[in-house]
């Protein structure tokens, strides 16, 4: 399995601080080190880090860690392989060009039985089920739409169907953006929290770091985080159910099928056993 | 106007000091300050490092020059801005997939008259010139090989007759891989090396950097370099002649359009005008 962290902000903001966590369980806390990738969009634009190495021993990621590059949209993978070899080619987030946009996508799951979707000419360059279904989600966006809808919700929406049928062939729990919006599907395994004024500390479960975001933003900052495990031990995050999506824009939810809200008890520090292997 | 800097090896190589004399004209040597890139192919996949900030300055560009990253096929480009304004969407090199590979592009020069030209569905996300003739480039390839023929050099020739088309729309020096193939495209100024054994000393135009090639390598090592200066002072580099291309497989130029060699005599060092900034 692997993991998934990814951002919505209202103003350009760093990662450095949940990145930090997420990295640590790329082999030091976490047994997901085949590999980790980051995209932090700018404007249209994107930048993105990537090693098949583990992160908690990259030194890129280190520099991801202490260099504060700030975006409104960022979406991060730590691999834990299990369809396609540790290489490059199969390290998330996967970046393609569709409607003019940069769409990146980051997957966490496994899926059976999906080499028979079309992907028209959008061909896989790995080996990876993940980046199989991001070519046939961009393959069948193009085909509904071929030039995009004015209201972009509409686009979203259809992703979510598209999930919906990839529920059926396994677990896939997805980030997904454009560079504006970020969209989190869920089958089994993603929290979100939204943070925003009164800004409280936070401390990470995986490294003793700890956060006073009322030091590090402004009144009227918002900011969304998603990940496949809470990576603090004292904030509220917010459980996503299967079939569950969330459309985020600048910072905050906009859209979402779910109508209730799973409150997760604040998380309990066990040195060592701080983000669960996932058997999948 | 921009700098490349291309890399063909027969084993994975670091550029790192190739890459230390180039940055230094993005801002110090040279007044390349707009940004710059740099794309690794590591067996099919890639990684990438880019800023839109000055490289002279870019504590990313530091890391690319510290840490050595081996690879076969490597590309990049310190940007002069002309046509786009500064950010990180207009940053070279730009990297898209066709026939489940992904292609990496950087272009110096300026055209005009180019957006007529047909992109299909390969729409461009920056403003620049040169995305939008990658875009052309790859619609093109597309419509005339729905499948990549068997002689990828065939690939390879028929993008020499689009360059020739772009060559009557400005200046178009252009690196161009899918991770295997560099290929290297001249209207103006385009340089190349080829270092095997024996090899010897370099010492670089734009830094107090020196290097025994010898101590790094072994004798069957064969890399090339294009660049559009030469890098060092005590080296032959070869000029390449208006519409000369040149392929590059495992180090070694495999097929030119070229008959005849232009020898460089050995570069002068002349602190503070060692990157003559182009007009164009």
Known sequence: MCE?????ANVPTDICFSFTGLVQRGGRTGPHSDGWGIVFYEGRGFRTFKDPD??????????VQEYPIKSQAVISHIRQ???????LENTHPFTRELWGKYWTFAHNGQLTDYTTLPVGSRRPVGETDSEYAFCWLLNAMETRFPTPPDNKLEVFRYIATLCDELKHKGVFNMLLSDGEYVM????NHLYRITRKAPFGHATLID????VNFQEETTPT???SVIATQPLTLNERWLRMKPGEYGIFYLGE????NSQELIHVPFAEKKPGNQAPSEPL
């Not at 490294?207 to 700890?210: A, D, F, K, N």
């Open 4 to 8: 998934l962290l990814g951002m919505s």
């Open 54 to 63: 583990p992160s908690c021993e990259s030194p890129i990621a280190r520099l």
């Open 81 to 87: 392989a299990n369809r396609g070899n540790i290489s």
């Open 184 to 187: 989190a599907y869920c089958t």
């Open 207 to 210: 490294e003793e770091v700890e």
């Open 221 to 223: 900052d918002v900011v």
């Open 253 to 256: 939810q906009v859209e979402t």
